[in-house]
């Protein structure tokens, strides 16, 4: 007990019965980030859906133009997607969507979607820790604010959060400074070409890398490769995120490869089954 920092001891204690309840429960899901195939997804969107479920991905997360529907139009893609048995888990969104004129829109429409979690998407690079504490109050506001909804609210990085200003990574000022009840949705690609460890980073904050971006990365290609095609240690990863991370579910993410989006989904998603067969 010497050797557990207090924040990491109660960070633990918090996660314990969703500890219990995942040893008990089924396979953690693996969904796609339908950013992943943005350009099909403009001409066809319930096809794409529909061939996304069809492909054996079990949730998709919808990013920033969802928030463009009606709640007519959300109703109808919430009852595709119960036809096909595919959920969507949580949301990619853009700071707008949290705002005081828009964030009650954004609720309704994620209730009507079935989704768990709000994640904000990105904010745009602080200058100093100061800067993301103001991100981490509005995340906090954004929690207390969807809570009664039965809502909770989520980060995700890119570089810039695993990129240290003055002697500290912003993704450390965000995970101290937010309510355990932030998720800290974890992109791995983009820790990993900021020189950071995502393993290291997933046992460092227990209970709250709830989902992961499966996006590998290449010091010689980038993001466009398949998923286990990079340097991600993905066996470890998952290894950390089902042991204390509190994972919920995986979400495949792609940039772009050589094939075509449908069949880089298809083909990561193959590749996914092999590295984590159960």
């Known amino acids: 007990m010497t050797t557990l920092s207090r924040r ?3 960070a633990m204690s918090a996660m314990l019965p969703w500890a219990f309840a995942r040893s008990a429960s089924k396979s953690v899901p693996v969904g796609l980030e339908l950013y992943s195939v943005r350009e099909i997804l403009k001409t066809d969107l319930e096809g794409t859906v529909r061939a996304v479920a069809e492909m054996g991905y079990q ?7 969802y928030t463009e529907w009606t709640e007519t139009q959300a109703k109808k893609m919430r009852k595709l997607m119960d036809e096909l048995g595919i959920r969507c888990y949580s949301t990619h969104n ?3 969507a949290f705002a005081q004129d828009k964030i009650n829109r954004t609720r309704d429409l994620n209730k009507i979607l079935g989704a768990k979690y709000v994640v904000l998407a990105h904010a745009d690079p602080k200058p100093a820790p100061d800067g993301w504490k103001g991100v981490a109050d509005e995340l906090n506001a954004a929690a207390d604010r ?3 909804s039965g809502l909770k609210v989520g980060y995700h990085n890119h570089q810039a959060e695993f990129t240290a200003k003055d002697g500290q990574r912003p993704m450390e000022v965000l995970a101290k400074n937010t309510k355990p009840s932030v998720a800290l949705q974890l ?5 990993l070409e900021a020189g950071s460890d995502p393993v290291e980073w997933i046992k460092a904050n227990p209970g709250r890398i709830r989902s992961i971006h499966c996006k590998d990365w290449s010091p010689d290609n980038g993001y466009k490769v398949l998923f286990s095609e990079g340097v991600a240690p993905w066996e470890k990863i998952f290894a950390a995120a ?3 991370g509190g ?3 995986y979400l495949v993410e792609q940039e772009g490869s050589r094939f075509s989006e449908l069949e880089t989904a298809k083909k990561c998603l193959e590749n996914f089954r092999a590295k984590k067969p159960s």
């Open 8 to 10: 990491s001891f109660v």
């Open 59 to 65: 949730c998709v997360e919808f990013y920033a133009p």
């Open 94 to 96: 853009g700071e707008d």
């Open 146 to 148: 969807l809570e009664s």
């Open 187 to 191: 992109d791995v690609g983009t820790c």
């Open 242 to 244: 089902e042991s204390v």
């Open 247 to 249: 994972i919920e579910y």
